[in-house]
């Protein structure tokens, strides 16, 4: 990456003072917006002791300060480090590193020797390459390096693919997040389904299906109010017996929790149409007095 806004031109030298070699790693980038941290994945193409170029899953601006963190291969740790957006375009992004310790860049330079890294040539290295192949080819000799362009083409291959890769499984991630709000949806539906009534009993009738309860608690507030009456509920009883659904008909609020707190436990023997359990509604009274 040069620190310059733009890359060099194909004609103009490398500005690069330090080297850099080719490395696929993955790479994570976070930039802070409106206070918020974004977190954009992606992997290197080269890294040196200056910066790093990277292909991100995401958009940076030039002159963004980000954070980088560079997991290589052979290095336990990841490299951390602060860097400055040089330049964006296409998802690929150069980044020069900003306040990069001296123990930083001796591991960089640790690394490059143990993974015996390939550097990165600059644009006057590759003239003298290209001359040698062209000769070697008017010689008729084989086994020479191939042709510059034939690399950037190999090169761009890669980064489409790795690019391609990213948003594939970007778009898995959000599609598998859907479906899951789809399943969900579905089972909220069903459940709804399942406690519709399928009759509408008489109190008396409930009344004598009733198989265990559970009395209310008078709550201290409605006592020190003095408050009492009669809380009507209106109960769906499940087929299995147990209340799946209900709410008070009337009276103050604070009585109308206590009585639902306690029907919740209350278990019916269930209610039963030509032999076979239904979903049964029905009310019933809850007395409250001091």
Same mark, same amino acid.
């Given at each position: ?107 960089? =330079?640790?690394?490059?020797? $143990? #993974?015996?890294?390939? %550097? *990165?040539?600059? @644009?006057? /290295? ?60 579905? =089972?909220?539906?069903?459940? $709804? #389904?399942?406690?519709? %009534? *399928?009759?509408? @009993?008489? /109190? ?74 239904? @979903? ?11």
């Amino acid at each position: 990456m040069a620190t310059g806004a733009q890359e060099p031109g194909r004609d103009q030298p490398s500005r690069r003072l330090r080297p850099r070699y080719r490395v696929q790693a993955p790479v994570d980038v976070t930039v802070l917006r409106s206070g918020i941290p974004d977190t954009l994945p992606g992997r290197s193409v080269n890294l040196g002791e200056s910066g790093v170029a990277a292909v991100l899953a995401g958009e940076l601006l030039p002159g963004e300060a980000v954070g980088v963190e560079i997991r290589l291969p052979l290095m336990e740790d990841p490299l951390r480090t602060r860097a400055l957006v040089r330049h964006h375009d296409k998802l690929r992004s150069g980044m020069e590193f900003v306040g990069l310790s001296v123990e930083q860049q001796a591991a960089i =330079r640790d690394w490059a020797g $143990t #993974a015996k890294a390939e %550097p *990165e040539l600059g @644009v006057r /290295a590759r003239i003298p390459i290209e001359a040698a192949a062209g000769k070697g080819s008017e010689s008729g000799g084989a086994g020479g390096a191939p042709p510059p362009s034939r690399k950037r083409r190999r090169r761009g291959w890669i980064f489409l693919l790795a690019s391609a890769a990213i948003l594939l499984a970007i778009l898995w991630w959000r599609w598998n997040r859907g479906w899951e709000d789809l399943e969900s949806s579905l =089972r909220r539906s069903e459940t $709804t #389904a399942e406690q519709r %009534p *399928e009759a509408h @009993v008489p /109190a008396e009738v409930m009344e004598k299906l009733v198989t265990h309860r559970a009395d209310p608690d008078y709550p201290e507030a409605a006592r020190s109010a003095n408050l009492q009456g009669v809380i009507v509920l209106d109960v769906v009883v499940g087929r299995d017996g147990s209340v799946v659904d209900l709410h008070a008909l009337n009276g103050p609020e604070v009585l109308a929790r206590a009585a639902m707190d306690a029907l919740r436990w209350w278990r019916f023997e269930p209610y039963r149409v030509d032999g076979k359990p239904v @979903v049964a509604e029905t009310t019933v009274a809850v007395e409250f007095k001091p």
